[in-house]
């Protein structure tokens, strides 16, 4: 009895330790709530070649991810094949009408066949830029996963990275980029 009297709070804390480590999305809550924008990517910087890929706009008119360059930007690379992609859709849509002045969006459908993702837009009625990426992805951004999902500040730094499908009209979302524009 005497021992744990002396120790409590080193128990406290190797028991505070235990369930932060051996509950599923503590640590995640955790880093969330007290590291918003945190450097995910070890501070990689994307350069000037990394954003030269010519984009066929689905949805609006072609472009080249360069002319994106110096602006806050979500990218996102998708499927319609991918059903993890498909989940987040509606809360994309809903981010991008709120913030849609305050961040530019682009939207790369991967492994694609353009009426698949024409057909998926129009269904939804949704309405954020999609593209089809016409030339090579920097190693640095293709994604390994779907979704894959940076936000990339206006210096080109990856300032978040999320390779799995996330409500991005939650609070901590919306933090994030309204964290951006400081």
Not at 59 to 72: A, M, R
Not at 75 to 82: A, H, I, Q, S
Not at 92 to 112: C, G, H, R, T
Request: net charge neutral; aromatic share 12%.
């Amino acid at each position: 009895m005497n021992f744990i009297k002396k120790n409590i709070i080193y128990l406290l804390l190797s028991a505070g330790l235990l369930v932060v480590f051996s509950v599923p999305g503590i640590l995640d809550k955790i880093k969330t709530q007290f590291f918003p924008i945190a450097t995910i990517e070890q501070a990689i910087t994307i350069t000037d070649a990394d954003y030269d890929i010519e984009l066929k706009g689905i949805n609006v008119p072609d472009s080249n991810l360069k002319n994106f360059k110096n602006k806050n930007l979500f990218l996102n690379f998708w499927g319609t094949w991918c059903p993890p992609c498909r989940t987040e859709w509606p809360t994309i849509q809903a981010l991008y009408n709120s913030k849609k002045n305050e961040i530019d969006f682009v939207l790369i459908a991967m492994q694609d066949e353009e009426e698949n993702v024409m057909k998926f837009l129009k269904e939804n009625q949704y309405t954020v830029p999609v593209y089809i990426a016409q030339s090579p992805v920097s190693e640095k951004i293709l994604p390994k996963a779907f979704p894959t999902t940076f936000l990339i500040n206006k210096n080109g730094n990856i300032l978040f990275k999320e390779d799995a499908s996330k409500d991005w009209n939650s609070k901590d979302a919306h933090r994030l980029i309204e964290a951006m524009k400081e």
